[in-house]
């Protein structure tokens, strides 16, 4: 999971700090899962694998992007379409065009090189904290109409904002259509789809190397996966 792809800015916080990965540290990554047998996947296969309709290749990894920064297209969509890598990039729909984050013909652009474009909600709030259903339905379904009226596809992945959700919000993903959803952030296997984890990406290739390596799953929790472990 990525957010900002791009060179440090020095007056940045902290936590954005940590939410950037350089250009160049970004190439390296795609680099390392190439020279050492990753196989980059779409969600979708992993979703036939969690219902026992399809196996996945050994060494399979997801890449996704967060919020829907322009940084995402300038600096990552090349490298992307250079190894011939799919990734989804999650998007905050109200957030579409304003300065500093992708544009409809970005989006569009995104699309056709082979990418998938998920839900990132309306406006990025912490689902588990919205109690009135009729507001979350907005965020989480609303989200999803105008992607696919705007854009002429399926979106068929969302993102919990924060990886916060709760049963209600997971429950509501699924209503409004999506096939996943990806919270954070441990990278162990899962079984359910709604519930997905993620490694953030460092700024660094060996702790990128290290997080890729997570420990493997415990006898109990790969009893409930099926058909072995996967690693994401």
Not at 30 to 51: C, R, W
Not at 149 to 175: D, H, I, K, T, W
Request: proline letters at 6%; hydrophobic letters at 40%.
């Amino acid at each position: 999971m990525y957010h900002h792809i791009r060179q440090p800015v020095s007056f940045s916080s902290r936590a954005e700090r940590r939410l950037t990965v350089t250009p160049e540290v970004f190439d390296r990554q795609m680099k390392y899962l190439q020279e050492n047998g990753y196989h980059v996947i779409p969600f979708a296969s992993l979703v036939g694998y969690l219902k026992r309709e399809s196996e996945l290749p050994d060494k399979p990894v997801i890449i996704s992007f967060d919020d829907g920064w322009e940084d995402q297209f300038v600096n990552a969509l090349p490298r992307l379409e250079e190894y011939h890598y799919n990734a989804t990039f999650f998007v905050i729909t109200n957030f579409i065009d304003a300065p500093g984050f992708l544009s409809w013909p970005q989006l569009r652009r995104i699309l056709a090189a082979g990418m998938e474009i998920g839900s990132h909600t309306r406006s990025h709030p912490r689902l588990d904290k919205i109690k009135n259903p009729g507001m979350l339905w907005d965020q989480i379904y609303a989200s999803k109409q105008t992607l696919e009226s705007q854009l002429g596809a399926a979106v068929e992945e969302f993102a919990y904002p924060f990886g916060s959700y709760n049963a209600a919000a997971a429950s509501m993903v699924r209503s409004a259509g999506y096939s996943a959803a990806r919270a954070c952030c441990i990278g162990r296997v899962q079984s359910d789809a709604y519930a997905l984890r993620a490694v953030m990406a460092p700024n660094d290739l060996a702790k990128f190397g290290k997080y890729l390596g997570a420990p493997p799953v415990s006898a109990r929790a790969r009893s409930k996966s099926p058909r072995g472990r996967a690693g994401w």
